[in-house]
């Protein structure tokens, strides 16, 4: 349904007075009728789709149908739209509950990743920092012996007869 193909438009009037007043008209069986005709430009006038359903429903219940069957038809609707809606529903549930188990399961599988790559890091740590203890004692020990072997060197060069040893002394 084209805006350009709809003349007018039933429905009950309210009780207290609009203020699209002015677009409004009775018809002979004391109908109001909205007149689009008043408006500048009917062709770029939208008309929600809602209005568009509800003129479309009520002119078929009007035409085919007493207002018993037009109720009856009208709850079925109702309930079928009902019925699709919370089919629709359950699905999107069941689909962001499939969302939030994936996410969890990836979470888990990163835990894991990342607890043994903690592991595994503690690991390297510890060989590097015996490494480095021993390398330590190493370098204590080493410092020990030339601190004997200096002394050693001392003790000769002022017992020695020799002018060879005192030339050592320049040697740091």
Same mark, same amino acid.
């Given at each position: 349904?084209?805006?350009?193909d709809v003349t007018g438009l039933h429905y009950l009037f309210p009780s207290n007075p609009s203020p699209y007043s002015a677009y409004l008209s009775m018809t002979q069986n004391n109908t109001?009728?909205? +007149?689009?005709?008043?408006?500048?430009?009917? +062709?770029?006038f939208q008309i929600p789709p809602q209005?568009?359903?509800?003129?479309?429903q009520s002119s078929c219940l009007s035409n085919n149908s007493t207002s018993?069957?037009?109720?009856?038809? +009208?709850?079925?609707l109702i309930n079928e739209r009902k019925q699709r809606r919370m089919i629709s529903n359950r699905?999107?549930?069941r689909r962001s509950r499939m969302r939030k188990q994936k996410h969890l399961d990836e979470l888990w599988s990163q835990v894991v990743w990342l607890r043994n790559e903690n592991h595994q890091l503690i690991d390297k740590l510890n060989h590097v920092s015996e490494c480095h203890d021993r390398v330590l004692e190493e370098n204590a020990q080493l410092k020990e012996?030339?601190?004997?072997?200096?002394?050693?060197?001392s003790d000769m060069q002022l017992n020695s007869p020799y002018a060879t040893f005192r030339d050592l002394e320049d040697i740091p």
């Open positions: 349904m084209q805006p350009s109001p009728t909205f +007149q689009f005709n008043r408006f500048t430009n009917p +062709q770029n209005v568009q359903e509800f003129s479309l018993d069957e037009a109720d009856e038809q +009208q709850l079925s699905e999107s549930a012996e030339a601190s004997e072997l200096r002394q050693m060197l």
